[in-house]
């Protein structure tokens, strides 16, 4: 079962709110990882979980704070965000981030703020 | 220059024919590369990984050159369903572990 599954599928907020995205995968893998997806352009990578630590984060505006409660849950807090924020945002998992292996992507969550 | 280099396309093609996309990459400390396709507002899935001595799976076919640093996909027969934005991906070692970075992707449009 090669299944990652995010929650929700669509969020909207207002640049106010504090929201949640979560994410979840039961394939023993121990690296998490969150993307952000502009339409037209690939995914970009924004943070790397292994063992439940974070290592590596791309430099991502502070509004944005992963979270990884357990070796099966990866959460992404949003807060006080940015129209330009507006993107689809993936999660995806791996056996371990050390070894290049095979990424798998959950359905993503499409975020809209306002 | 980009680490990860893919003609973006359209690339409209009629059912059956044989189509060929190209990707180049910069960082020749790149570990693993891979082949995902992308659906319009749907997730990346997994394709195929790309080795050296070639890879084939039914009608796909992927090729890794090291020495010219790029990577191949080539499809026979496309079906209809097979239209799709098509995304190279390279995996770099880095001191916090491997980054996954893609290509910009080549659209495939596959006509009657």
């Known amino acids: 079962d090669t299944e990652v599954t995010q929650t929700p599928k669509h969020l909207v907020m207002g640049m106010t709110n504090k929201k949640s995205l979560k994410c979840e995968q039961h394939?023993?893998?121990?690296?998490m990882y969150w993307y952000k997806q502009k339409a037209k352009k690939p995914p970009e990578l924004m943070f790397v979980?292994?063992?439940?630590?974070?290592?590596i984060n791309e430099s991502v505006p502070s509004r944005f704070s992963p979270e990884c409660p357990n070796s099966s849950l990866l959460n992404l807090h949003l807060h006080a965000l940015q129209p330009e924020d507006s993107a689809l945002y993936l999660c995806?998992?791996?056996?371990?981030?050390?070894?290049?292996?095979?990424?798998?992507f959950g359905p993503g969550t499409r975020l809209t703020v306002l | 220059r980009k680490e990860v280099e893919q003609d973006p396309g359209p690339f409209n093609v009629p059912e059956g024919a044989t189509v060929a996309f190209n990707c180049t990459y910069s960082n020749s400390a790149s570990q693993s590369f891979f082949w995902y396709r992308q659906d319009c507002r749907k997730e990346p899935k997994l394709l195929m990984s790309?080795?050296?001595s070639g890879n084939e799976d039914g009608r796909f076919t992927a090729q890794l050159n090291r020495a010219s640093q790029y990577i191949s996909l080539l499809i026979r027969d496309s079906k209809l369903s097979d239209s799709a934005t098509y995304l190279c991906?390279?995996?770099?070692?880095?001191?916090?572990?491997?980054?996954?970075?893609f290509g910009t992707g080549t659209q495939l449009k596959v006509e009657l």
């Open positions: 991906a390279v995996n770099i070692l880095t001191g916090g572990g491997n980054k996954l970075t």
């Open positions: 394939m023993g893998h121990r690296a």
């Open positions: 979980y292994s063992y439940e630590k974070l290592s």
């Open positions: 790309v080795y050296s």
């Open positions: 995806a998992s791996s056996q371990d981030s050390a070894s290049g292996d095979t990424q798998y």
